[in-house]
């Protein structure tokens, strides 16, 4: 995608979300975006001090946020998007397309700076979900809620939370973009009257779901008349990788349920399907046979594959994440992967941080953790028992 032209001055660190965007997560808080860390800039309180959307848009916090960002400022809560661009602050080393470039492309001009307004929301309504997925916890999914008590990682309040629906107290009317998720979205009907509190002809709806449950006819009723649906269908992994990282899944119920939304996009020219897969330590050897399965379900060729498919290089939890896993594992993956569309940014992404060991135990006893439940499938074992060879080598 071609970027919009910024001035020299907001190249590097200058994002339209303050002016177009707010979101808020599965347990309520409230951000200017999904991927700001408000513990890393002066509004620190932003996300639990205001009780609705329209009050965080114009409330103070993101008024200053406003003026930094056009003062060219370099913003630590955006660092994530810093990071995913490049290594040398330049767009074109840029390791993927960021969220920043997103909202920059979208809405960058003059009439959308002098006007503020609320046209992007992303919404959770809580953390109702049927998964527990390794890379989750209960923040974002009510079943991990037992496992997490037992490790002493969450409090009883994130228990199936359904959040303050605080989309009836704002302004809606310049609405052109609207995100859903959960939890798992299609589990909580609460979202169907939140569509009937919009005109959905005028917005783009992109909703998330891990495909475990395909929705009644109101559903798809709704999705026939917003302007545009993206669907992003979450596959971390196909047949035992896949059941083994987003655990409760069945995968073959997951192709059943895919090939009939490939059967409604086809007959709906506005719904567009995207697989969106999240690179981690114990799936980073299935990406290719996930694409291949994707290709042959679909009738994709390649070029069909590398452009619908959507990606993301774990960020947290850090004992997942490949970038700190020792170099004979990172050649492990990068061997594995040398011939697919993530080919260079992935070895690009490897090479942001050196091997950290008290990360690479963690892993370790995290992975001994999840044998507990399920048998550890084979390219997993490889990951693990490469970076276990490293532990005792260190030791």
Not at 3 to 16: E, G, Y
Request: charge should be neutral; charged fraction near 25%.
């Amino acid at each position: 995608m071609k970027h919009v032209k910024l001035p020299d001055k907001l190249l590097k660190t200058f994002c339209m979300a303050p002016w177009v965007h707010i979101q808020q997560n599965s347990y309520g808080e409230v951000n200017p975006c999904c991927m700001f860390l408000p513990d890393k800039t002066p509004y620190e309180d932003f996300k639990t001090k205001y009780n609705s959307l329209q009050k965080a848009f114009d409330g103070v916090d993101n008024k200053k946020l406003r003026e930094r960002m056009l003062a060219g400022e370099y913003i630590e809560g955006c660092n994530k998007c810093y990071i995913e661009e490049e290594e040398d602050g330049s767009r074109e080393g840029a390791i993927k397309y960021s969220f920043r470039n997103h909202f920059n492309d979208l809405y960058y001009n003059e009439y959308n700076i002098l006007n503020p307004a609320i046209r992007d929301i992303e919404f959770s309504l809580g953390n109702k979900c049927n998964y527990k997925c390794l890379t989750c916890n209960t923040r974002f999914s009510s079943a991990w809620y037992a496992d997490d008590i037992s490790t002493g990682n969450v409090v009883d309040t994130y228990k199936g939370r359904t959040v303050k629906n605080s989309l009836p107290d704002i302004n809606l009317t310049e609405l052109k973009e609207l995100k859903v998720l959960g939890g798992e979205t299609f589990l909580d009907n609460l979202y169907l009257e939140l569509f009937k509190m919009i005109n959905c002809e005028e917005i783009n709806l992109i909703l998330y779901t891990n495909n475990s449950v395909f929705p009644k006819q109101e559903w798809l009723d709704y999705f026939n008349r917003f302007k545009t649906v993206k669907l992003n269908i979450s596959i971390d992994g196909v047949y035992d990788i896949g059941e083994f990282v987003r655990l409760g899944m069945k995968f073959s119920r997951f192709e059943k349920n895919l090939k009939k939304w490939i059967l409604f996009s086809s007959k709906y020219n506005n719904t567009t399907l995207v697989p969106h897969y999240v690179f981690h330590n114990l799936n980073s050897l299935n990406l290719n046979k996930t694409l291949e399965w994707l290709r042959n379900i679909n009738g994709w060729d390649w070029d069909d594959v590398n452009k619908q498919m959507s990606y993301t290089f774990l960020y947290g939890p850090k004992k997942l994440n490949p970038v700190f896993l020792p170099n004979e594992t990172k050649k492990l993956i990068i061997d594995n992967n040398n011939n697919n569309f993530l080919t260079d940014k992935l070895k690009k992404f490897l090479l942001t941080h050196e091997t950290n060991d008290t990360l690479c135990n963690d892993f370790i006893k995290y992975v001994d953790f999840l044998t507990l439940r399920k048998p550890l499938p084979e390219e997993c074992s490889i990951i693990y028992d490469s970076v276990k060879k490293y532990n005792e080598r260190k030791k």
